[in-house]
């Protein structure tokens, strides 16, 4: 059975950057995309970027451009999602979630989600 | 990009009754690349439909998915317990994938 296992909960600074991670474990990585999807507290879900581990390639909403990067280590079967100059808004619930066709295909398998909190 | 427009913003509804939840794109998407999630308090997103109309595996029948061009529905036909919750779509079809802002569906 896959499951998407991603890193416990962070609090940060604004500012500051954090590292989150997505290990796709008792099944295939490369074969598929890993997409990191946020939901701020209360709110919708909105797509940050995401990854084709096999290739490499990386896409990210416009917004996240240039403080989001998004990596992946086929080795662990993991995917990583840093955030950096972080500010209150990015406060939010972080998921990884796989698809088999594309970063912005549907997602079939969500991980338990990664929650950030920026606070001061 | 395409904006997703759900309504309406809550439906109280019983159990047993049908739920209908409305999905409007501000332009065409492509090939129907539509997809419905489930979210319950707390809990990740769960895929229910795809390509509109396709149930995701293990999704009972009581839920179905339909439209095409800009407006699409998910219907849930007779609701059980477990089916309070948030619903989303998303297109997929245009990059970037977009989702809508939610229906949620509580008990009357």
């Known amino acids: 059975q896959v499951q998407l296992v991603q890193s416990g909960a962070e609090v940060k600074k604004p500012g500051s950057s954090v590292k989150v991670s997505c290990q796709a474990s008792?099944?295939?990585?490369?074969?598929?995309?890993i997409t990191w999807v946020r939901q701020a507290p209360g709110q919708g879900l909105e797509w940050v970027g995401g990854?084709?581990?096999?290739?490499?390639?990386?896409k990210y909403a416009q917004k996240f451009q240039g403080r989001v990067t998004i990596s992946a280590d086929s080795r662990r079967t993991t995917a990583y999602m840093e955030v950096r100059t972080l500010r209150f808004e990015d406060t939010a619930v972080y998921y990884c979630?796989?698809?088999?066709?594309?970063?912005?295909?549907?997602?079939?398998?969500w991980g338990r989600g990664t929650l950030v909190t920026v606070s001061s | 990009e395409i904006v997703l427009t759900q309504s309406p913003g809550t439906l109280s509804l019983s159990p047993g009754e049908r739920a209908t939840l409305s999905c409007r794109a501000s332009?065409?998407?492509?090939?129907?690349?539509v997809a419905w999630y489930q979210q319950n308090p707390g809990q990740a997103p769960r895929l229910l439909i795809f390509?509109?109309?396709s149930r995701a595996t293990g999704i009972p029948d009581r839920f179905s998915g339909s439209g095409s061009g800009t407006d699409f529905t998910l219907t849930i036909s007779r609701l059980e317990p477990e089916d309070f919750a948030v619903y989303y779509c998303?297109?997929?079809?245009?990059?970037?994938?977009?989702f809508g802002q939610g229906t949620k569906v509580e008990i009357k």
């Open positions: 979630a796989r698809s088999f066709t594309g970063v912005d295909w549907y997602f079939d398998l």
């Open positions: 008792g099944g295939t990585f490369d074969t598929h995309a």
């Open positions: 990854i084709i581990p096999m290739f490499g390639t990386t």
């Open positions: 332009h065409f998407v492509n090939s129907d690349y």
């Open positions: 390509g509109a109309s």
């Open positions: 998303q297109q997929y079809g245009s990059s970037p994938g977009t």
